[in-house]
Each structure stands twice: as C-alpha cells, then as structure tokens.
T-cell receptor
Framework: GESVGLHLPTLSVQEGDNSIINCAYSNSASDYFIWYKQESGKGPQFIIDIRSNMDKRQGQRVTVLLNKTVKHLSLQIAATQPGDSAVYFCAEIWRGSQGNLIFGKGTKLSVKP | DVKVTQSSRYLVKRTGEKVFLECVQD?????MFWYRQDPGLGLRLIYF???????EKGDIPEGYSVSREKKERFSLILESASTNQTSMYLCASTSGARENSPLHFGNGTRLTVT
C-alpha cells in the first residue's frame, strides 16, 4: 500500500494569499522528503526537500515543515501567484528502499486572480 | 540544470506492437527510473537502474522491460502493447547519493494504445 497520502485533493486560494498543502506519511523509517510541482503537460519539478533531522526548511517563497511526531509534512507557499497553479506531490524515501521515492497522489492548487 | 529528455511527447500505437520509450539525461547520473502516471493512482515505479546493464523491478514491471546500455540512456520497452498500458510515462534520474538526492524528471511521454 501507499504510505504517503494527502489531506486535501484540491485547494483553491486567492492570488496573494498564502497556501498550505499537507501530506501525511505512515513509515517512521522515512528519512528524506521532497515536494514536487507538476504543471499540466509537464513532468514533476523539484521544489524543495527536507531531511528527517530537520523540522523546517525555507526556499524562495516556499517553506516545508516536518512533524515527525505525527508523521506530517506541509508545503507553505507565500503570496501565491497564478503561476503556482499546479498539482503538488509529496514524496518520501525510507531507509532500505534503495532510494526509490514513494509518492502521494497529489493536491491540485488553483489560484484565483 | 539537470536535463532529462524523453524522445517523444505523444505516441499512438496499436495493440500488439513493440514500443520503445527512450530517455536521456545529461548529468552523469548513476540512477535512472521509469514511472507511469495514471489519474487516481499517482506515480508508480516500473523499473529502475543503478548502473549500466543493471536493472531492478519496481512495483509494476509486468508487461515491461528495460535496457541500460549506456549510462546516460534508459529505455523502456513494451514487448506487446496492450490498451491497459495507455498512460503517461515519466523518466527520472538522480545521482548515486540516492538517499539524499531528489529525482529529476523528464516531461513525459503520453502513450495511447488502440
């Protein structure tokens, strides 16, 4: 079965607002997590990653939070723009998986102008 | 920037045909992967390779084979295409430090089998 899941399949936000996309994982052996963005007709694009020895990591307009106690991962996008409209996937790698990612099914983010 | 190139964006093939999907990466990555992506099912791993001439089955290898004759190229082969293999196929690569390296994806090949 799949160990990475999502709280919401779709998310609609107003341009300029902050977006929060959530992800739950069930494998406590997971030690590396990645967020991907997939625009229509394109392959997944790497956004940001975080290792299990960290709680928070920031990039440009994006922040990933990792709560290992409840096995929860979130992606925060500040000042959401129309170009942020896409499907967002979380993915995990767990020790012993030979580096293969396990993907969640994705959350579709729609940005209203 | 890593570039993963899939030779075809769209393919239409007939049932029973042999189909080759080609993928090339330009970053000297050791590891390469083939996924298929279907609505409601997400990304599922078909095959992967950690080195030239090496291959490992993923979660759904049935009906597929792969070839890795050169480090930069990883081919997915459908020996006898069937309609249930209609899907988006994604190739990805990553460096040898696989525990801490994100996969870099190509833009996909949308295959339709009629």
């Amino acid at each position: 079965g799949e160990s990475v899941g999502l709280h919401l399949p779709t998310l609609s936000v107003q341009e300029g607002d902050n977006s929060i996309i959530n992800c739950a994982y069930s494998n406590s052996a997971s030690d590396y997590f990645i967020w991907y963005k997939q625009e229509s007709g394109k392959g997944p694009q790497f956004i940001i990653d975080i290792r299990s020895n960290m709680d928070k990591r920031q990039g440009q307009r994006v922040t990933v939070l990792l709560n290992k106690t409840v096995k929860h991962l979130s992606l925060q996008i500040a000042a959401t723009q129309p170009g942020d409209s896409a499907v967002y996937f979380c993915a995990e790698i767990w020790r012993g998986s030979q580096g293969n990612l396990i993907f969640g099914k994705g959350t579709k983010l729609s940005v209203k102008p | 920037d890593v570039k993963v190139t899939q030779s075809s964006r769209y393919l239409v093939k007939r049932t029973g045909e042999k189909v080759f999907l080609e993928c090339v990466q330009d970053m000297d990555h050791e590891n390469m992967f083939w996924y298929r992506q279907d609505p409601g099912l997400g990304l599922r791993l078909i095959y992967f390779s950690y080195d030239v001439k090496m291959k490992e089955k993923g979660d759904i290898p049935e009906g597929y084979s792969v070839s890795r004759e050169k480090k930069e190229r990883f081919s997915l082969i459908l020996e006898s295409a069937s309609t249930n293999q209609t899907s988006m196929y994604l190739c990805a690569s990553t460096s040898g430090a696989r525990e801490n390296s994100p996969l870099h994806f190509g833009n996909g090949t949308r295959l339709t089998v009629t």
